[in-house]
């Protein structure tokens, strides 16, 4: 079976830094793109940034870009998400996925596995 466990998230204050980590397992993690989506109540899940394993390219959205990196770690089956100078706006549910297919895209549509999401929580 397919699964990915979120950890890392929690409260900190604006300016501060997490890191959030995806442990994967039940699939060829070298083969699948790996997301990392993030929700607050009331609004659509929205891609934040995403790792494409097989030409190991990376995309970050407009509003984390410079701030937060992602990385893996294939001996691990690991992706994490480091985020820095973190703002009351990046609360949020983060969520890791696993695409359907090796290059990944921004829309829920295209992933087909998700961890249970982890609580970041940003004060002002």
């Known amino acids: 079976d397919v699964q990915l466990q979120a950890s890392g998230g929690g409260l900190v204050q604006a300016g501060g830094s997490l890191r959030l980590s995806c442990r994967t397992s039940g699939f060829a993690f070298g083969d699948y793109a790996i997301a990392w989506f993030r929700q607050v109540p009331g609004k659509e899940r929205e891609g934040v940034s995403r790792?494409?394993?097989?030409?190991?390219?990376?995309y970050y959205d407009v509003s984390v870009k410079g701030r937060f990196t992602i990385s893996s770690d294939n001996a691990k089956n690991t992706v994490y998400l480091q985020m820095n100078s973190l703002k009351p706006e990046d609360t949020a549910v983060y969520y890791c996925?696993?695409?359907?297919?090796?290059?990944?895209?921004?829309?829920?549509?295209?992933?087909?596995?998700w961890g249970h999401g982890t609580l970041v929580t940003v004060s002002s």
């Open positions: 790792i494409d394993n097989k030409e190991v390219t990376v």
């Open positions: 996925a696993v695409a359907r297919s090796a290059v990944g895209g921004s829309s829920v549509r295209e992933y087909n596995y």
